[in-house]
């Protein structure tokens, strides 16, 4: 079992900048990429972001492109979300998930590839 914990989130007016923590624990060999995803009211749960365990490969959705940042602390482990240029629309629950390596050939960027998941933590920004 890996275990993942989130932290960061918060009430930010747009234009701001929140740095989100996703710190995992427990069987962590077994994972071998870390993402995180978005999920407003109504609304499915969206890819955000996602990163190699190694911290070599990172990826993004074109929403986030050029605003937010993906990164990883090798030594911890844990993997940051650096939101900047915050808009209203990127409002919603935001969760931290490991990849399981059983799952490699499933794209980084789907819900499927991704085992564990964390509580979430909520960002929200005002107009």
């Known amino acids: 079992q890996v275990q993942l914990v989130e932290s960061g989130g918060g009430l930010v007016q747009a234009g701001g900048s929140l740095r989100l923590s996703c710190a995992a624990s427990g069987r962590t060999d077994s994972v071998d990429a870390m993402g995180w995803f978005r999920q407003a009211p109504g609304k499915e749960r969206e890819f955000v972001a996602a990163?190699?365990?190694?911290?070599?490969?990172?990826y993004y959705a074109d929403s986030v492109k050029g605003r937010f940042t993906i990164s990883k602390d090798n030594a911890k482990p844990t993997v940051y979300l650096q939101m900047n240029s915050l808009k209203p629309e990127d409002t919603a629950l935001y969760y931290c998930?490991?990849?399981?390596?059983?799952?490699?050939?499933?794209?980084?960027?789907?819900?499927?590839?991704?085992?564990?998941w964390g509580q979430g933590t909520q960002v929200t920004v005002s107009s």
């Open positions: 998930g490991a990849g399981n390596r059983a799952r490699g050939w499933v794209r980084i960027t789907t819900k499927a590839r991704y085992g564990y």
């Open positions: 990163i190699s365990w190694s911290g070599s490969s990172t």
